[in-house]
């Protein structure tokens, strides 16, 4: 099987795992959800990596059904989340682990690198990663980031600066709202 099949199953495997009910390891992940603004949020590790975020879309997260169970980098993400959200943190210091493409990878690279209350266009990270005309492969791989907020998805609008679209929580209205916290301006 090639690098890139092996990753596309990795991808696709680690999107079942986050349906609400589906298991995949036979280990339990470690799991923490914590309150914000934004309604809840689920945190996901394998015990030295945050591996997830989901942001409570419709009063449900993905594993509402499982157990809790914490470990030291998910308090630590909680509490750098809880900075974030009150204004006191601007960029996350987190050790993280994405299953992915090679290029979905090299996207979410490109968005860890924008800082706090700064945005960039699709076209933008298409040129960053050298595929300057890949607008929707790029939108793809900013919809399919696995920990947003933390790798800052958010922060991507088109050329315009219009919110084309957003795939945590309740979609725009959560985007605007991190725009907004940020400062950063939209339309």
Avoid at 29 to 52: A, C, F, K
Avoid at 92 to 108: A, M
Wanted: negative net charge; hydrophobic residues 35%.
């Amino acid at each position: 099987m090639s690098e890139n099949s092996q990753r596309e199953i990795e991808s696709r495997d680690y999107a079942r795992s986050m349906q609400p009910g589906t298991t995949l390891h036979t280990e339990r992940p470690y799991l923490l959800r914590t309150p914000s603004p934004l309604g809840r949020i689920e945190l996901v590790s394998d015990g030295e990596h945050i591996t997830g975020l989901a942001i409570e879309k419709s009063g449900a997260l993905p594993r509402d059904n499982d157990d809790e169970r914490s470990c030291a980098v998910l308090d630590q993400a909680v509490h750098q989340l809880t900075e974030y959200f009150s204004g006191e943190r601007r960029a996350f210091e987190l050790p993280l682990s994405t299953r992915g493409t090679e290029f979905q990878r090299s996207v979410w690279s490109e968005l860890m690198k924008l800082p706090f209350g700064s945005a960039v266009s699709y076209a933008d990270i298409g040129r960053a990663t050298g595929r300057a005309t890949a607008g929707r492969a790029v939108g793809g791989a900013v919809g399919a980031n696995p920990i947003p907020i933390i790798i800052a998805c958010h922060r991507v609008l088109a050329s315009d600066q219009r919110i084309t679209g957003y795939s945590g929580g309740d979609g725009i209205p959560t985007k605007v709202w991190l725009l907004t916290h940020e400062g950063i301006a939209h339309r």
